[in-house]
């Protein structure tokens, strides 16, 4: 449900499950709308759009909520999803707008605290 509204996050049994059986992890609002999953061993990130702002939620795999990130400023690019290895403790985030060129930033998953690996001067 790409950039859907309202949506919801859930666990299902198995596939063709009945409605009744799924388990809601999460809800979205008006507010909010899902952009990606990305997988790794020690859990998810979703990515979704809060009013405009890019922000990520990590969580194990027992659905406990583990950490929230965000891009620093207003985006208008974010690679998300190009994260091959899933044996990683931190999550690397390529994002642009038109008033900075492109940082690569690197998330660690269990903080949310940032780091900056490149950054692309103005020309």
Known sequence: ??????????????????????????????????????????????????????EYRFFDWNHKKISDFRIPGECYRVGFGDNAEIDLDYCRLYWSAPNHPGSVLEFNLHTGIPKTLYERKAP
Do not use: C, F, Q, T
């Not at 008006?30 to 020690?42: E, K, L, V």
């Open 1 to 54: 449900n790409h950039e859907e509204r309202n949506y919801g996050l859930y666990e299902i049994p198995h596939p063709g499950a009945p409605i009744e059986k799924w388990k809601r992890l999460w809800i979205g609002d008006s507010n909010i709308d899902i952009r990606g999953i990305d997988d790794y061993r020690s859990g998810y990130v979703v990515e979704y759009g809060n009013r405009g702002k890019v």
